[in-house]
C-alpha cells in the first residue's frame, strides 16, 4: 500500500465531507432555477457514461413531447460565461461533450461554470422548461429536483481520489433519487445504510458500421479499455490500440503517428468513438477509412422509470408542474 496516497485519499475524503455537511445543514444554500432540474451524474471521476445517459433521458422526454435543455461545464472551453452550443461549433468553443449532446438530441445545451448562469440562460431564451444537469451530482451550487447518479462496476471496489478515481465515497449516494446500475454492476454490492432508492438498469454497447478489416483503434474517453473490450465483444479485433487522455483534442502530430500504425501492423483503416470524432474535428479526414462508432443505451423498463421521475418533481415542484411557470397540465398529462 502506498501510504502517501492512502492518506492523500483520507484528507480529500474528510474535505468532501466537510463540504457535503455545509450544504446538508443547510449552512450553504443552493441557487433554485425557476423550472425543476434533473442532475445526471456520478460518483468516480469519468468513464460510467453520463453523456450517453443524458442522451437517452432526453431522448425518452421529447417521446413523450416535454421540452428540456441541457446544462453543463463544458469541459475544456477557451471560456467560462455563459453560451448557448452551435452543433456547428467546436470543441474549443464549447466543450466535446456539450456538442455531441447538441448534435443528437437537437435541444438546447447551455455551457457555463456556473451551471446557475447556464440555467438562467436557458429560461430567458427558450422559456422555464426542465433542465437536464450533465455531470451534475457534485454540482450542489444548484439545486435540483431529481438525482440520477451512475454506478459502475469499478466504482464498487474503488477508492477515493488520488489513490483511486472516487470523487465521493459511496455512501454519498445516500442524496441519489434514483441510482444506474451500469455493466453489470450489482445491487446487493451498494453500501446498506443508503435506504429506499430507486434502482434503474441500464445496458451499454456499440453500433459498429462500416468498419475496415483489422482497423487500428484509437480513443481519448476516461477508460479506453472499455472501447477496446467492447470492440471484441462485437467481434472486431483491432489490429492496433492507441489510447489519449480524456477529452483529448488532436493534433497533427497524432494524426501521423496514427498514420504510421497500419503500416506497422497491417491495418486497413481506423476505428474511434463519437466524442473523438468531434475532437478530431477536420483532420478525420486524414484517417480514412474511419469508422465512427455511436454508443447506445438501453434503460430496462423506461417507461416505469420515467414515471416514477416525473412523479416526484411534480411532487417537489406542484406549482410549477401545476402550469405556474408553463401550460397548465403540460407535465401533469405525461405521467
Known amino acids: 500500500m502506498n501510504i502517501a496516497a ?19 445543514r443547510g449552512t450553504l444554500k443552493p441557487a433554485q432555477l425557476s ?6 451524474g456520478n460518483v468516480s471521476v469519468g468513464g460510467a457514461g453520463k453523456t450517453p445517459f443524458v442522451i437517452l433521458l432526453g431522448e425518452l422526454l421529447r417521446a413523450r413531447g416535454i421540452a428540456f435543455d441541457v ?15 452551435d452543433p456547428a461549433g467546436s470543441p474549443a468553443q464549447f466543450g466535446d461533450e456539450p456538442l455531441l449532446i447538441a448534435r443528437k438530441l437537437h435541444a438546447p445545451v447551455i455551457v457555463a461554470d ?13 422559456g422555464p422548461q426542465l433542465h437536464l444537469l450533465d455531470d451534475g451530482f457534485q454540482h450542489r ?9 451512475l454506478v459502475t462496476p469499478e466504482d464498487l471496489r474503488d477508492s477515493m481520489l488520488p489513490r483511486g478515481r472516487l470523487r465521493e465515497p459511496l455512501t454519498a449516494l445516500a ?3 434514483a441510482i444506474v446500475l451500469t455493466s453489470g454492476a450489482s445491487a446487493e454490492s451498494l453500501p446498506a445504510a443508503l435506504g429506499q432508492k430507486l434502482i434503474w438498469r441500464v445496458r451499454r454497447g456499440i453500433l459498429p458500421r462500416n468498419v475496415p478489416p483489422r482497423p487500428v483503434a484509437f480513443c481519448g474517453i476516461a477508460r479506453p479499455q472499455n472501447f477496446f473490450l467492447q470492440l471484441r465483444k462485437a467481434e472486431i479485433e483491432p489490429a492496433a490500440e492507441a489510447a489519449f487522455r480524456d477529452h483529448h483534442r488532436y493534433t497533427a502530430a497524432d494524426v501521423q503517428e496514427l498514420q504510421a500504425l497500419p503500416r506497422q501492423s497491417e491495418a486497413e483503416g481506423f476505428i474511434t468513438t463519437e466524442k473523438d470524432a468531434i475532437n ?23 417507461d416505469a422509470a420515467l414515471d416514477a421521475m416525473l412523479r416526484a418533481i411534480a411532487a417537489r415542484r406542484p406549482q410549477w408542474a401545476a402550469g405556474a411557470n408553463r401550460p397548465p397540465d403540460a407535465l401533469r398529462e405525461k405521467i
Request: glycine share 6%; net charge positive.
Open 114 to 126: 456556473e451551471r446557475y448562469h447556464a440555467g438562467l440562460m436557458a429560461e430567458q431564451k427558450f
Open 175 to 177: 442524496r441519489a433519487d
Open 6 to 24: 492512502a492518506a492523500a485519499s483520507l484528507a480529500f475524503a474528510a474535505a468532501v465531507r466537510a463540504r457535503n455537511a455545509l450544504y446538508d
Open 71 to 85: 446544462l453543463s461545464r463544458g469541459y475544456g472551453r477557451a471560456g467560462k460565461d455563459a453560451a448557448l452550443v
Open 141 to 149: 451550487q444548484l439545486a435540483r429536483q431529481f438525482d440520477i447518479v
Open 35 to 40: 423550472a425543476p432540474v434533473i442532475s445526471v
Open 280 to 302: 478530431l474535428g477536420a483532420l478525420a479526414h486524414e484517417l480514412q477509412p474511419l469508422a465512427v462508432v455511436p454508443v447506445r443505451m438501453r434503460l430496462e423498463a423506461a
